[in-house]
């Protein structure tokens, strides 16, 4: 027999080969990749009607007390919190100084009330020397002016010697009006300058809420406002005052002060107060409502992502504020509108998707 070798298998083996390779069906390439699955969701309309801002109970006028002179604080006679009549005394100036000034205005007042009296005498005896021809005119001119001058010197003192009597008031400083001490600083003890503020001291009168406006508020800004004081107070009604002209450098938001209708007595400054405000009915968007993982937080600011013909595309949102397990916010598309539900993150411009209903 003769031996098996491998140019034999090979020859035996080939119609095999051929045979199984026409048995197997042509190899055809691997589909693309499917786009991916999205869930959507129809903006709804929100159905929270308002909208709120929360701040604080003010007074009308707050008022920093000062002295209008400097001194070391002899007397101090409030504390924080203090409720202070009109013309009560606050704090008192160690008044030494300010004696010694009076009686130093007083001395030179009486020195040149003496100059001014002997300069007139002077002057009335050469007007009658010059009537009967025994005095020159040049003489009896030099005489006038010399006691015009002495009268104004006159007048300066009395100016001094009234400044002076002013400053011994000024050594103490009493309530403009009455109100309530917001703070007090100053010690006995303590050397002050002019204007520097020892106290704040809130007037009484008319209450306000101070708000802070965000910057895509401000140009819609209710007037009216209904004030919701923390804890059980009554519902007050707040009217618009006054709003910042510029925004605040470092919160980007405009202060605002809403005049409370009328003021409680229980009603304590600091009182955290809530403003609810209806919406515009002029506005040209509505309060849309979404859930939390449909809107997508960007440098540029926050959007959705909006279906269109099986493709999504992005539509920037102003976020209102958060509801639950929804965003309330504002846009140009109609409710409705289905928008990308989950998975926003990973979506490009123009992208394909396919829809999967909740």
């Known amino acids: 027999m003769r031996p098996f070798t491998l140019p034999?298998?090979?020859?035996?083996?080939?119609?095999?080969?051929?045979?199984?390779s026409a048995c197997q069906p042509g190899v055809e390439e691997m589909p693309d990749a499917l786009p991916p699955w999205v869930l959507t969701v129809p903006l709804e309309v929100s159905s929270?009607?308002?909208?709120?801002?929360?701040?604080?109970v003010q007074a009308r006028?707050?008022?920093?007390?000062?002295?209008?002179?400097?001194g070391e604080i002899l007397e101090r006679h409030i504390d924080a919190g203090d409720r202070v009549a009109a013309g009560q005394l606050l704090f008192r100036l160690d008044p030494r100084d300010v004696i010694q000034q009076r009686i130093a205005a007083e001395a030179a007042e009486a020195s040149a009330r003496a100059e001014t009296e002997n300069a007139e005498r002077e002057r009335d005896r050469l007007a009658d020397l010059l009537k009967k021809r025994l005095a020159s005119q040049q003489d009896f001119e030099r005489a006038a002016t010399a006691a015009r001058a002495a009268s104004e010197r006159l007048r300066a003192a009395q100016a001094t010697l009234a400044?002076?009597?002013?400053?011994?008031?000024?050594?103490?400083?009493?309530?403009?009006?009455?109100?309530?001490?917001?703070?007090?600083n100053g010690q006995v003890g303590q050397v002050v300058t002019a204007g520097q503020t020892l106290a704040m001291?809130?007037?009484?009168g008319p209450r306000e809420v101070e708000v802070h406006v965000p910057e895509d508020r401000r140009d819609r800004l209710p007037s009216q406002a209904i004030a919701e004081p923390f804890g059980t107070g009554p519902a007050l009604t707040a009217t618009l005052r006054e709003i910042a002209g510029t925004a605040d450098p470092v919160a980007r938001t405009w202060r605002a002060r809403y005049r409370l209708s009328e003021t409680p007595s229980d009603l304590a400054l600091g009182t955290t107060v809530t403003l609810h405000f209806e919406p515009d009915p002029d506005s040209e968007l509505l309060a849309l409502r979404v859930p939390l993982g449909a809107v997508l937080?960007?440098?540029?600011?926050?959007?959705?992502?909006?279906?269109?013909?099986?493709?999504?595309?992005?539509?920037?949102?102003?976020?209102?504020?958060?509801?639950?397990?929804?965003?309330?916010?504002?846009?140009?598309?109609?409710?409705?509108?289905?928008?990308?539900?989950?998975?926003?993150?990973?979506l490009q411009p123009g992208q394909a998707v396919r829809v999967r209903q909740p």
Do not use: C, K
């Not at 929270?48 to 604080?56: C, D, E, F, Q, R």
């Not at 001291?201 to 009484?204: F, G, K, S, V």
């Open 201 to 204: 001291l809130a007037e009484d």
């Open 8 to 20: 034999m298998f090979l020859t035996l083996a080939s119609p095999i080969l051929l045979l199984l």
């Open 163 to 184: 400044q002076a009597l002013n400053a011994i008031g000024y050594a103490s400083l009493t309530a403009p009006a009455a109100g309530v001490v917001l703070e007090a």
């Open 297 to 346: 937080e960007r440098a540029e600011g926050p959007l959705v992502w909006r279906l269109a013909d099986g493709h999504v595309q992005p539509e920037p949102v102003t976020l209102l504020g958060l509801d639950g397990e929804y965003a309330r916010i504002q846009t140009a598309l109609a409710p409705g509108t289905p928008v990308v539900a989950l998975g926003v993150n990973r």
């Open 61 to 70: 006028h707050e008022i920093p007390l000062s002295f209008r002179i400097g």
């Open 48 to 56: 929270v009607a308002t909208w709120s801002l929360t701040g604080a």
